[in-house]
């Protein structure tokens, strides 16, 4: 993470969630069928469920609930601004 690992925690959490929130507008075309907030959320929580999946283990457990509410949020609003 280089210089982002020197900061606090709470600034690389400050950095990482609107990441997150733009992370899950990348599956929604998957939803592009039938585009609505909810299966933008669900097309963003396949694909958050699937790299958090990988990025186990993690330290805080918080963090990964934390990472797919914000990729799940945006997908979320990704599908509504496409409806």
Known sequence: ???????????????EQPLHFLIGFAPVSIALAYPSWW????????????????QRPVMRWWDTILDLAFVTLGGGVAGWWMS
Request: net charge positive; no cysteine.
């Open 39 to 54: 299966t933008g959320a669900i097309a963003a929580f396949v694909f958050g469920a699937v790299r958090e999946w990988d």
């Open 1 to 15: 993470m280089g210089k982002l690992s020197k900061l606090p925690k709470w600034a690389q959490q400050l950095i």
